[in-house]
């Protein structure tokens, strides 16, 4: 009964906009004059997920930044001993030709996986809109599936499709006549490797792409559509026009993200061969993985890291700024 | 908004305050320990033994012990993830090669003063000298073995080779007859000889007067470009190519399919491995028990055997390990006698006991007896691990040799540079 008798008594105070104001202006004299507390408060109340916030995600970006101004092989981590070495790690790192070689790698990688994946993505998420329903639905599904795929397991299965013996590829391409294919190596260079890699990482991302677009395609609405098809509008024109303005930010946003999903790529190009033949395919996240891991140098991983966020900042600048700038706007 | 900074501040501080604290180190061993933790390798020491082991140390001492077998591939990563937690393992087993970079770092309790109880006066020169640092001693020497050809005597006797080969010539013979044997079976693999085999390599490179790289005024070269380590290179070529009409892939090594599978699917004629490789391959398929035996490596002169890697394992306790004085019971107790026999039983030799009488019983023991006296290892250094953790210049090179990628004298050129700068 209370409960019922609270509502009620809500109910109507609900209904009193009008009221608000002089509240409100009522209030805020008395508010000034409730001291520090007063004004702390809403802070104080934000403090606890600010600082589970800061202590998940801030610390440890910290932590690296910390850790690459000091010598931290597997001696100093397990004693505990702290060493300082100012810009040491950075100036190893970045006399060694092989950082340099690498870093343009990972670029080239990112950008041209990057393009792949979201021309794909959007290819696709166009294709959805003129679909029948239920040939829509069966993509769908089958991008989920591949989607909810785990990347390990996705990769194995890439790595059986390659296989230089039993692979289905192979075989299949032997079948059609293609002798030369018998027993071929795809890994034989990192220029190849990285090609199965990127396709493996484009099969694993369009999903996500082509479902995000495709929810921005579906919020045009179709009198605009109608309006350019009445104007004699061509296909290429009406995406100009009517498609490409509605969803241009949307694109810019899922480029941006995938930008930042590809750079940092490890687990698909480990399994794969571990950077090689030869180091070949060893990008950024594969060189830091061996200097800190494998060779216990966490000083200068550390220092890669920066330098990998530092060329990520480099890369999204112009994304970034506009970012910052439509909010200042709003705000 | 001055407000907010402030706060935001203070939390960094706070956060940084606060997570600081969990770092702080323990070591040395506790009056009571309950549990000592106990990591081996997978493959290194029989079931048979480790079961009685550890029962015989829980019921004399009351300490539980907790046994976990690990894995190889990766465990260079895997130990330097877990030596640097708060909660190490008391008892862990490192490959001779790479004892002395986790000992140079500290990480490994230092051993000298209790040789005694580890049997002492009876270890390995081999492995003694891998865990040896500045003359101080930080492991104790569990096993060692090292590799022989392993091969099918049926299909042998099939293809009509009567006797095992005894220089590198027969060999490639008999896997010329046997490959012609087995024609019609296009899986067929007379050798299975994955293209980074490197411990197999070092064998032929060392056969040839060749070797990995060489100490001046404290400073190592690689040696992969001299004409002696450019003909192993070669015997390796020479026995990958006359192996079968399918090649075995040349960027897998023996790990990355177990090769023990591929043999344990009676499509192999020979396989140069381990014993606990051929015991693997023969749990998958018992039948092979009866029709398996082993040579030793062939040499190119006649009539003797290649020099071999002398594979093996210590053991040693983290310097961080809570229980260390547990630890130190555990590994006495394994040092003794009736431990070490069965280790030779199980087809090792054996790291405290210089008994080999339960080794030379079955034949890849004897083969591996025969060609052990022959023994080398990889550069003693801390700065031999550099070499073999990550990506390793002599699997870069034999892949791309083999592939045809690079030509022996640029593969080989581009290894020994990678050696002399990952040892500098």
């Given at each position: 009964m209370t409960a019922v008798k609270t509502t009620e008594a809500a109910a109507p105070a609900g209904d009193l906009p009008p009221a608000l104001p002089p509240a409100v202006t009522g209030g805020a004299p008395k508010r000034r004059r409730g001291g520090a507390f007063d004004r702390a408060l809403p802070y104080l109340l934000l403090a606890p997920a600010l600082i589970a916030i800061l202590w998940l995600i801030g610390w440890p970006v910290v932590s690296v930044f910390v850790t690459s101004f000091r010598q931290l092989n597997l001696g100093e981590l397990v004693r505990g001993e702290i060493v300082w070495t100012g810009f040491d790690n950075y100036v190893t790192v970045l006399q060694d030709e092989r950082f340099w070689e690498v870093a343009l790698r990972t670029v080239l990688f990112t950008a041209s996986v990057v393009v792949v994946s979201v021309g794909a993505g959007l290819g696709i998420a166009l294709l959805m809109r003129v679909l029948t329903p239920w040939v829509r639905i069966a993509l769908q599904i089958a991008m989920l599936c591949a989607w909810a795929m785990p990347i390990l397991a996705s990769t194995t299965v890439y790595q059986w499709m390659f296989d230089q013996n039993y692979g289905i590829l192979n075989k299949t391409l032997v079948q059609l006549?293609?002798?030369?294919?018998?027993?071929?190596?795809?890994?034989?260079?990192g220029t190849s490797t990285l090609s199965v890699v990127g396709l493996l990482i484009v099969w694993q991302a369009i999903p996500f792409l082509a479902f995000s677009l495709y929810a921005g395609l579906v919020g045009i609405p179709r009198d605009l559509y109608e309006a350019a098809g009445i104007d004699g509008a061509t296909g290429w024109q009406t995406f100009r026009a009517v498609t490409w303005p509605e969803i241009k930010s949307l694109l810019m946003m899922v480029t941006f993200l995938s930008t930042l999903w590809d750079f940092k790529v490890f687990t698909q190009i480990w399994v794969f061969r571990e950077g090689g033949p030869s180091g070949e395919s060893t990008t950024l996240p594969v060189l830091q993985y061996l200097e800190g891991i494998a060779k216990s140098h966490f000083g200068v991983a550390a220092a890669i890291s920066v330098l990998m966020m530092v060329i990520l900042g480099l890369i999204t600048f112009q994304y970034l700024r506009k970012l910052l700038q439509t909010e200042e706007g709003k705000i | 908004m001055k407000g907010w900074k402030g706060l935001a501040a203070g939390a960094a501080a706070l956060a940084v305050a606060v997570s600081g604290c969990g770092t702080s180190t323990n070591s040395g061993s506790d009056a009571e320990t309950k549990e000592i933790t106990v990591w081996l390798m997978d493959g290194s020491a029989p079931t048979t033994l480790t079961d009685a082991l550890n029962k015989e140390f829980e019921d004399a001492n009351g300490i539980k012990v907790k046994y976990e077998v690990q894995k190889w591939t990766g465990i260079q990563e895997k130990l330097t993830t877990a030596l640097a937690s708060s909660t190490p393992p008391d008892v862990i087993e490192l490959g001779n090669t790479q004892t002395a970079s986790f000992a140079e770092q500290g990480t490994l309790a230092d051993l000298t003063a209790d040789a005694e109880q580890f049997n002492?006066?009876?270890?390995?020169g081999g492995l003694k000298d891998s865990l040896t640092l500045n003359g101080k001693q930080f492991g104790v020497p569990f096993y060692a073995a090292n590799r022989t050809v392993i091969y099918r005597t049926d299909l042998l006797e099939a293809a009509g080779v009567a006797k095992a080969p005894t220089s590198r010539d027969e060999w490639i013979d008999a896997i010329g007859k046997l490959k012609a044997a087995n024609a019609s079976n296009p899986d067929f693999q007379a050798l299975y000889l994955p293209g980074q085999s490197w411990y197999f390599l070092l064998s032929l490179i060392w056969d040839e007067g060749g070797d990995i790289a060489k100490l001046d005024n404290g400073k190592w070269t690689g040696t992969l470009d001299t004409p002696q380590a450019k003909a192993g290179f070669e015997a390796y070529k020479a026995l990958y190519d006359a192996s079968a009409e399918k090649k075995v892939p040349a960027d897998i090594d023996e790990a990355k399919p177990q090769q023990m599978e591929v043999f344990g699917t009676g499509n192999v004629g020979m396989m140069v491995g381990l014993p606990w490789e051929l015991a693997g391959a023969i749990k998958a398929k018992p039948e092979l028990e009866k029709t398996t035996s082993a040579f030793p490596i062939p040499s190119k002169k006649a009539g003797e055997s290649a020099p071999v890697f002398l594979g093996g394992s210590n053991l040693a306790i983290p310097a961080s390990s809570k229980n260390a004085d547990a630890a130190k019971k555990y590994l006495a107790l394994l040092s003794s006698k009736k431990y070490q026999d069965m280790l030779a039983e199980g087809g090792a030799v054996p790291?405290?006991?210089?008994?080999t009488a339960k080794l030379q019983t079955t034949a890849i023991g004897k083969a591996m007896a025969d060609s052990s006296p022959n023994g080398k290892v990889t550069p003693v250094t801390p700065k031999w691990a550099a070499v073999e953790a990550g990506q390793n210049p002599l699997k870069d090179a034999l892949t791309a040799y083999l592939t045809g990628a690079k030509s022996l004298d640029q593969a080989t050129k581009d290894a020994s540079e990678a050696i002399t700068k990952a040892m500098a």
């Open positions: 006549g293609f002798d030369s294919f018998a027993g071929y190596s795809w890994f034989s260079s | 002492g006066g009876e270890w390995l790291g405290t006991s210089k008994d």
